[in-house]
């Protein structure tokens, strides 16, 4: 027989979870209690094994009442059923002592009855008594010496894990495993992820600490496997001391087990701190219309998703930062190369673009479907441009930068007159030659700006900038700000 109390201030739910429980497979509810006080009371001079009990309550709320069951042992099972999916208040429950989580909105009859059981065999089971005052002894050292703990978040697939097909078979596999090899305590209190508290003995150096958690983590594979064909990926948060902290670095090992996305053939990521903090940049455009430029795009793309998998970024951010990148990187062709309206409506519209990016399982798959869809982008802007006599003059002016461009020269490749190809170029592009010209040049400017390794007069003769006073007046003329108050906002002396 197990005898159960209820504490609820919602009558509804008292009812309701009564029915469920009383007289259902050997349970018996001893008392139903809308107060915490009342209850109290009642374990004062009753026996009960477990207790069911919300968090929230007028009087008393749910914490500070499992608190009392726990300082003046009036119950050994506790658990709470909550409307609150927040992990703060897993967390909480954490520290004090409490046996099981779970949320009122997907209780049935038949999960109630099983966690009710489960914490039952946990807690006052045979086996349980015949231990008791040796494990009452060990529990008592373990309170007075330092524990250190790690936090593993698992995930199926690199994914969360709310898909309802095998993550209940999941969670009851973690916790067969996680009690047998007394790893610490497993927690599933919404349906997320699934974490361990892994608990070690601080007394223990950080060596055996590390082999003890890697000895862990092989056991939790092996069996895994066995049972699971999906990959189980697991982020592990950096030692910590204190229970408080846990929430904190809960994130950092979801944060870990991210990881996966920048590297699907591994299984077990470790939280570090980031030792690098370099901004992820844009993607050049220059020559956008020649072959090389797509390999170039993949190169420097391959090199963003490194950096950003280095800063151990949240994948939903560096998803966001890439959209923002490539839709400013589109703008910036589709306005460089003064394409026909209709053209650049189109491709203004990126449904698709967003669709592969927030849909790409990793960085490779990002990287493969980004190059495909700039590919198809580059080829229907040649096709544009081959339609329009300007396109190739652009296009060269933008190989030729450095070097003197003349209206004569510009104009034999549109194959018209001087006259004509002014007109024609003002009328497209809104301004004249060496206003185009110009414009380029100091974008051109800007991007090395950025870099450090070039003097004043070496990025005047690469943007093709007669001297570098030259290149001063242009430039503030064009941007109105000077060279020094330019590369002061990137944190450069001029």
Not at 280 to 306: A, M, N, P
Request: charged share 25%.
């Amino acid at each position: 027989m197990i005898r159960i109390i209820i504490v609820d201030d919602e009558i509804l739910s008292r009812i309701g979870l009564q029915s469920f429980l009383d007289g259902k497979e050997g349970i018996v509810v001893s008392g139903i209690f809308g107060e915490a006080e009342e209850a109290l009371h009642f374990l004062e001079e009753n026996m009960v094994d477990v207790v069911l009990t919300d968090i929230e309550m007028a009087e008393m709320d749910g914490l500070e009442f499992i608190r009392e069951i726990r300082e003046r042992q009036l119950a050994l099972g506790v658990i709470i059923v909550s409307c609150h999916e927040d992990f703060s208040y897993a967390q909480r429950a954490i520290s004090i002592g409490t046996d099981s989580y779970i949320l009122k909105h997907s209780v049935t009859e038949k999960s109630l009855i099983q966690e009710v059981k489960n914490v039952y065999e946990k807690t006052v089971g045979k086996e349980t008594e015949k231990k008791k005052a040796g494990t009452e002894e060990k529990k008592e050292k373990q309170i007075r010496r330092q524990c250190i703990y790690r936090i593993g978040v698992l995930q199926l697939n690199g994914r969360s894990t709310e898909q309802p097909e095998g993550s209940e078979m999941l969670v009851h596999l973690l916790e067969e495993i996680v009690n047998r090899y007394q790893m610490g305590t497993l927690f599933s209190p919404y349906n997320r992820e699934i974490f361990i508290l892994f608990q070690m003995d601080g007394q223990s150096s950080e060596e055996e600490r590390r082999k003890l958690l890697e000895h862990w983590l092989r056991l939790l594979q092996n069996n895994i496997s066995q049972y699971l064909t999906g990959a189980v990926v697991i982020g592990i948060s950096q030692e910590f001391e204190e229970l408080p902290e846990t929430r904190k670095e809960y994130q950092h090992a979801v944060l870990a087990a991210e990881q996966y996305f920048f590297h699907p053939e591994q299984n077990v990521f470790f939280y570090k701190r980031p030792s690098v903090s370099n901004a992820l940049g844009i993607f050049e455009t220059k020559d956008f219309l020649e072959e090389q430029w797509l390999e170039r795009f993949s190169r420097e793309l391959e090199q963003w998703l490194e950096l950003s998998g280095e800063q151990q970024l949240s994948v939903t951010v560096v998803k966001n930062i890439f959209l923002q990148n490539m839709r400013q990187m589109m703008h910036y062709i589709l306005s460089g190369y003064h394409f026909e309206e209709h053209f650049r409506g189109k491709w203004r519209q990126d449904t698709e673009l967003i669709a592969f990016i927030s849909s790409a399982a990793s960085s490779v798959e990002l990287k493969d479907r980004a190059v495909e869809y700039m590919k198809e982008f580059q080829a229907a802007a040649f096709r544009a441009g081959v339609q329009n006599p300007l396109i190739e003059v652009l296009n060269y002016i933008d190989r030729h930068l450095d070097g003197k461009l003349t209206l004569p020269e510009l104009a034999q490749l549109s194959c018209m007159s001087v006259p004509s190809f002014c007109k024609k170029f003002k009328e497209q592009t809104g301004m004249t030659v060496m206003q185009y010209i110009n414009e380029k040049r100091v974008a051109c400017a800007a991007s090395l700006l950025k870099q450090s390794q070039y003097s004043l007069d070496e990025i005047a003769a690469l943007a093709g900038f007669s001297n570098s006073n030259y290149l001063l007046r242009v430039f503030k003329k064009s941007t109105g700000k000077t060279i020094g108050q330019f590369r002061k906002q990137y944190g450069l002396r001029e």
